[in-house]
Each structure stands twice: as structure tokens, then as C-alpha cells.
């Protein structure tokens, strides 16, 4: 199941999954979605690369308060740290993330080497619709 979701109005329904929930929205303030969902991704590639989460405990989260393993590659530890900011404003955009070096250098060769989605292909949206949701502006990224 899923909805509409329109990121250009402050939103105030705190969400279930505390884990991946900004410092705003654990503190039940408006926020802004399309902010928040950047923090999230970092909650995940934090996790993807380190096999753990940023935040032991909540409290953590909401100073934007973890550790940096050593063996993290100082280009992707970066690119948490811009991800991961408390005052998201100050957070990297989605397009900032894309064109950030460690996506571009890690990535670079795999459409070179037989793969078909460099990230700037991935960054391409696709327009998704049938009959039930025309009504619903949807984009997707092309994986």
C-alpha cells in the first residue's frame, strides 16, 4: 500500500520505525519529508556498509551522535557526515548525494564493465502510472 505524499508542506504524523527517524521527527515536530527521507538514507548506507545502525539510542539520534568505524573509507565517511546533519537544512541534498565522489568513484566502472546503470542513468526518472492512480503524480528511479 501506498500514498501520496506532497514534500512541499511541513508534516507532523511521526512514523513507526524509530530506527531511520530523523532528530525532528523523533522529536514530533513538523519537518520537512523529503529532508527527513535523506536522513533515512543514511540510517542505510550506514548500515549497509557497516552492518550496524549510526544510533545505539535514541538519545544519540537526536544529537546526530555516532561513531565512524576506522575501517569505513574516508570519502563514504564523508558523505554520512553531510547526510546524517541535525538541522536538516544543513543536510545534503539528493542530488548532492548523487554527485557526490564516492558514489561517482565507486560506481564509475560498473557501466563500463557490462552494467547498465551508472548513477547518472539511475538518476533518470521514469514516470509510473496506471488507471487506478492517474490522479498521482509518481517518479521512480530506473534501477
Not at 551508472?118 to 509518481?138: C, E, G, L, Q, Y
Amino acid at each position: 500500500m501506498a500514498c501520496a505524499v506532497s514534500y512541499s508542506t511541513k508534516k507532523k504524523k511521526k512514523i513507526r520505525s524509530p530506527d531511520y527517524a530523523a532528530p525532528e521527527v523523533l522529536r514530533g515536530i513538523p519537518y520537512n519529508g523529503k529532508m527527513s527521507d535523506v536522513w533515512s538514507l543514511g540510517v542505510i548506507l550506514y548500515a549497509l556498509v557497516t552492518g550496524c545502525f549510526p544510533f545505539e539510542q535514541r538519545r544519540d539520534a537526536l544529537e546526530a551522535r555516532y561513531n565512524t568505524p576506522d575501517s569505513m573509507p574516508a570519502p563514504c565517511a564523508e558523505l554520512i557526515e553531510h547526510i546524517l546533519r541535525l538541522q536538516p537544512h544543513a543536510r545534503f541534498t539528493i542530488d548532492q548525494i548523487l554527485e557526490h565522489p564516492w558514489l561517482r568513484d565507486e560506481f564509475s566502472g560498473f557501466a563500463s564493465s557490462g552494467g547498465s546503470h551508472s548513477p547518472r542513468a539511475m538518476r533518470k526518472a521514469t514516470k509510473v502510472s496506471s488507471a487506478s492512480d492517474k490522479h498521482i503524480p509518481h517518479t521512480i528511479v530506473s534501477l
